[in-house]
């Protein structure tokens, strides 16, 4: 894990940057890191933004003790990761064990609060492991289902065409990073999950 170390020294400042306490933690991989409107486009949930580039779900897991100490009440927290683990070779029933191991260490920290699953995105680069992406965000979704403080988030339909493939207008050139249009339909997924949740909840200025 010592090759994700700078990325983590950044995260672990980013609270700091912050002038309110967050309610909303973002924690994954590159797809958070790189969201640049992140703070603006989440601000009435006061967000922090602690994904760090490259992580896997079992990266999440290892260094989720060190991160969250900066974070004391979130009101919920977002993941986004496991696209990283199937890109490495992982199988999807690994991914699923990271992601019961990450949200024992949610419920250890911060108790019930609720906790968004983003779907693993299909992507240009990794369609070759679309069968698996597939897999494990079916695993993940059963598990979900069993707690009523989990929620999945699924993005994968809107980032298909009629064909089921990928829509390249949602990607970077590389293919895997999202473009400013994919991030347009993560922020509406997103909020229209957290607010579906949270129906009651107070926007703040």
Not at 20 to 39: A, C, K, Q, R
Not at 93 to 98: I, P
Request: aromatic share 14%; hydrophobic share 40%; proline share 4%.
């Amino acid at each position: 894990m010592v090759w994700y170390e700078e990325e983590v020294q950044r995260v672990e400042k980013e609270r700091s940057t912050l002038n309110y306490e967050p309610d909303t933690i973002f924690y994954g991989s590159s797809s958070f890191t790189l969201w640049t409107g992140l703070y603006e486009d989440f601000a009435e949930l006061k967000p922090v933004n602690l994904g760090f580039g490259g992580s896997t779900l079992a990266a999440c897991v290892w260094f989720f003790e060190r991160i969250m100490t900066t974070v004391t009440a979130p009101a919920r927290i977002v993941i986004y990761a496991g696209d990283n683990d199937l890109g490495d070779g992982r199988h999807p029933t690994e991914v699923l064990l990271f992601y019961r191991q990450l949200i024992a260490l949610v419920r250890g920290r911060f108790g019930d609060i609720p906790c968004f699953f983003v779907s693993i995105k299909p992507s240009l680069q990794r369609w070759d492991i679309i069968t698996s992406i597939r897999a494990a965000n079916e695993l993940i979704r059963e598990e979900i289902e069993k707690d009523p403080n989990q929620h999945y988030v699924d993005i994968f339909p809107l980032m298909v065409n009629y064909q089921g493939y990928p829509r390249k207008s949602l990607f970077e050139a590389d293919g895997l990073h999202l473009s400013a249009d994919g991030y347009a339909i993560w922020k509406k997924v997103i909020s229209e999950n957290i607010y579906a949740v949270n129906g009651a909840l107070q926007k703040t200025s």
